[in-house]
């Protein structure tokens, strides 16, 4: 979203030259919001004002310019950071313009300069940050058919890059990682790529960008190497889209942001790829109103820190494919599990430990305080006591955490001989502890003496005047000064200098009170001073070892993400999964771990647990059973429990082993697609395509009610074929459920294809949902008592009895069987929906062709008996 552009200064009316250094600033960021500091308040001012007073409900006034109006609305200064929050929100770029020196007497005018732009992707505030969730900025750079993605977590520095491959492969990233904020090739803008980019991202702003020429410059400059080869970066469309996100953070934070110290080039085959469609019908980390509670990072998120959140939702987002290193989680999370003592010491450890990567992140970039100095003080403090409880145990992911816990011992005790106890608001003076620098401590006692003066002056004034109302105050402006009431200007003394007046009273100066200020303002000026140069010092000290730094945060980050592991999974009675090179599924007594807990809290009873196994004689499992049977939630447990496994988690289950899973896809209910013009089936046909296009022996497949969005047979037809093809061709594991029960007919034709279907048993007229996973297939879909379950009028339930009736008379074949295979043929009478039956139906009548064919004994039957008999069969159809 762009503003409009300001009116032109020439040829209009004379601006005031507040007004005119507005337009330079504005010159600079024709695409944002600028917000232009005014003393105390930020004005927004013509078309920016307009906007801003819509989206944050604030007063539109205006100011007169020649015969026009100037619109205009402002946000108070100390509370700005929650109204940008909310611009930003919106999609919009705003640009911090700035006093950047003080303001004293005989200044007409103080300098502002634009200080940082502020953008989804690029917000920092840490009052408005997800605190567990990654702030994506994603960058995309396009070449012909070859499109490349980087992301880059602005709060932390992490820099991400994927290989090159096809746009849409991109858009699939952009879905699961569901970046705030996109960069896009400038041509691409206005087109349906970059539609599909918005839409696949769900980013609240897409920025144009023009092509970069000075990319690996930049990457190799910036890193401070000769060349990219060791980060494994070659490709020239790679590093065009870590170089254009690296500049936009570089441009919009007017830093150089030193906490990007690297790129992770991911590459598929290292982690379990969730397809974007299982990531969102999974509820992995959002649930269908968009809302954390009710998924599964919510379910077992039991991490102390946010660091450790984000981590372990980058664990359940990329699950591992290497059995050693699943192997390894595994092993801490066992430890860690079986030694209560240990998890509650951890637990209180890092407790203590505050988000150490988004604080070197604000230090970075110059958006920190002395309040961030103390963060990091007291979090490195936590760090020994953490180190300590990993060192020397059994598994070796927790020993490897322990020598990054120490490292930065020195910059700990630097913090605590430099920091006092307590810390000041903001950036005043005050934080620096007594002692730390002499000719800090000077100045802090003559400004300190000074205003002592200034305490006994202004009682001295009292006893001399009369005047008991009498105060000494001070502000930026007028620095320091007599305040006499209105009432008491007749007992003001004749040295006493008139400085300015307000509604209720007059401001005086005496020659001695300004000779005390000058004394106070120096001294408080240079120390002021002092600090900040202090604190620079700090900040430097701490960005040159920001790399023992990172390790440190890393290492308390994966402490806190297994140690989560290790409670949830005694919390609710996981057990360790085997997961290897195998081609077997097998689950015991598996559960759905949302579910269960949903009703654990609800009261409304034990998860019934199901079995399932899929190996290399067990491919495809055809699962029937009426609507809220459970099919769907025996279906997700089995893929959320794959997930868990490779994370490196417990599971939900007395027994699972696992052959290591390479992809998993899922095609579970649909929606049209209003956007795209695509109707439900064609959203669902899609999916499946997809599917069969992407899957290989080593995936999981979960397909729901596969060919429902269109006519019955055309549904039937399409869902028989995707089965078949997945058997024969994919050879995936698939788990197939379905309402078409005439696919439990694959199970006589393909070898590696069974049948399991949801147990019911009905009582007293009334279907009762057993929610245990059989073998077998259903013989109805109970899809009438559903209806009634759901409150259907008995009117309506009754008429569709009537046309159930109708249609199981009629739509079957002669042997009162679905007919698919090839080996059968069917006959169908026209139904008769729309005129209830008469009565119970006729019973088909005999053919007497049938009955002889019965009767014929093919054993004893020559060729020359055969032919005889078929033609004696010939001349009674004649007759």
Not at 522 to 544: G, H, K, P, V, Y
Not at 621 to 650: D, E, H
Request: net charge neutral.
């Amino acid at each position: 979203m762009v503003s409009e552009p300001v009116p032109a200064l020439e040829g209009s009316a004379p601006v005031t030259p507040m007004l005119r250094q507005y337009h330079e600033a504005k010159a600079q960021a024709r695409d944002a919001l600028l917000l232009f500091r005014l003393g105390d308040f930020y004005e927004l001012f013509y078309e920016d004002a307009k906007i801003a007073s819509h989206i944050l409900g604030i007063t539109l006034t205006s100011r007169a310019k020649g015969d026009d109006r100037v619109p205009m609305a402002g946000v108070p200064y100390h509370a700005a950071r929650q109204y940008v929050a909310r611009l930003v929100a919106a999609g919009h770029k705003v640009a911090i313009c700035d006093q950047v020196e003080e303001p004293g007497p005989g200044k007409q005018l103080v300098r502002r300069e634009i200080v940082r732009l502020v953008t989804p992707g690029t917000l920092l505030d840490e009052d408005h940050l997800e605190a567990r969730t990654a702030l994506w900025l994603a960058s995309i750079a396009v070449d012909g058919p070859r499109a490349a993605l980087a992301l880059l977590d602005a709060s932390t520095g992490e820099l991400r890059a994927l290989p090159a491959g096809s746009f849409e492969s991109v858009v699939d990233e952009l879905s699961r990682a569901r970046p705030r904020e996109v960069l896009l090739p400038e041509d691409l803008l206005g087109t349906p790529a970059a539609a599909s980019v918005r839409r696949a991202s769900g980013a609240v702003r897409v920025e144009g960008r023009p092509a970069r020429s000075d990319a690996e410059p930049l990457l190799r400059r910036h890193l401070g190497v000769a060349t990219l080869d060791g980060y494994g970066i070659r490709d020239p469309l790679v590093i065009s889209a870590a170089a254009e996100a690296l500049a936009y953070l570089q441009e919009t934070q007017r830093s150089a942001a030193r906490h990007v110290v690297g790129i992770a080039v991911e590459h598929p085959a290292d982690a379990l790829w969730i397809d974007p469609s299982a990531v969102q019908n999974l509820e992995l980390f959002r649930g269908p109103d968009g809302r954390r509670e009710g998924t599964l990072l919510a379910t077992i998120d039991r991490t102390v820190t946010a660091a450790g959140g984000r981590l372990l939702s980058r664990w359940i987002a990329a699950p591992l494919t290497d059995p050693a290193g699943i192997g390894a989680r595994l092993d801490a999370v066992e430890e860690l599990s079986q030694a209560s003592v240990l998890r509650e010491d951890l637990r209180e450890a890092l407790s203590g430990v505050l988000d150490l990567e988004r604080l070197l992140g604000r230090l970075a970039v110059g958006q920190s305080a002395p309040r961030d100095l103390a963060g990091l003080r007291a979090s490195l403090a936590s760090m020994p006591g953490l180190a300590a409880l990993l060192e020397g145990r059994t598994a070796s992911r927790l020993r490897a955490l322990a020598p990054p816990l120490r490292a930065p011992a020195a910059l700990r005790e630097l913090l605590e001989k430099a920091l006092a106890d307590e810390m000041p608001a903001g950036r005043e003076p005050g934080f620096v502890r007594p002692g730390y620098r002499r000719d800090l401590d000077e100045l802090t006692d003559l400004a300190q003496g000074g205003r002592a003066a200034i305490a006994a002056l202004e009682a001295k004034e009292k006893a001399r005047t009369g005047i008991q109302s009498l105060k000494v105050r001070y502000n930026r402006v007028s620095g320091f000064y007599l305040e006499v009431t209105k009432a008491n200007l007749h007992l003001v003394p004749g040295d006493y200098q008139r400085r300015s007046s307000t509604v209720g009273a007059e401001r005086f100066i005496t020659p001695s009170l300004a000779e005390h200020e000058a004394s106070v303002l120096s001294a408080e000026e240079r120390r002021a001073a002092l600090e900040l140069e202090i604190f620079e010092e700090l900040r430097t000290a701490i960005l040159e070892r920001s790399a023992d730094l990172r390790a440190c945060a890393a290492a308390a980050a994966e402490a806190d993400a297994l140690l989560s592991f290790a409670r949830i999974a005694c919390e609710c009675g996981w057990t360790r999964p085997l997961v290897d090179g195998s081609d077997v599924l097998e689950v015991a007594g598996g559960r759905h771990p949302v579910v269960e807990r949903a009703l654990l809290l609800s009261g409304e009873g034990p998860f019934v647990p199901n079995d399932l196994s899929l190996d290399g004689e067990r491919r495809l499992v055809v699962l029937t059973g009426p609507n809220m049977a459970g099919k769907s939630t025996a279906m997700r447990q089995v893929a959320l429990i794959v997930v868990l496994a490779q994370s490196g988690s417990f599971v939900p289950a007395a027994r699972v082993r696992i052959g290591l899973v390479d992809r998993l896809f899922t095609r579970v209910g649909a929606a049209d697609d209003l956007a795209r013009g695509q109707s439900t089936f064609m959203v669902e046909m899609a999916e499946c395509a997809r599917i069969l296009h992407q899957a290989t022996p080593r995936s999981l497949l979960i397909l729901d009610e596969v060919g429902r969005g269109t006519s019955t047979f055309d549904g039937l037809a399409l869902a028989w074929a995707i089965a078949e093809h997945l058997h024969d061709a994919v050879g995936a594991r698939t788990l197939f459920a379905s309402h078409y029960h005439e696919l439990c007919d694959l199970s006589r034709e393909k070898p590696r294809a069974v049948n399991l279907t949801m147990a019911v048993t009905e009582v007293d007229g009334r279907i009762v949902f057993l929610r245990k996973v059989v073998a077998g297939a259903a013989s109805r879909s109970y899809g009438i008592q559903v209806a009634k379950l759901a409150g259907l009028p008995e009117i309506v339930l009754r008429r569709a009895r009537e046309i159930l009736a109708n249609l199981e008379a009629q739509e079957l074949d002669e042997g009162g069987r679905p007919a698919l295979s090839g080996a059968r043929s069917r006959r169908r009478a026209q139904l008769g929906l729309f005129s209830p039956p008469a009565g119970p139906p006729a019973p088909a009548p005999s053919n007497p062709l049938a009955d002889d064919l019965r009767k014929l004994d093919l054993t004893r039957t020559t060729p020359l008996d055969a032919l005889l008999w078929l033609h004696e069969q010939q001349k009674k159809l004649r007759e």
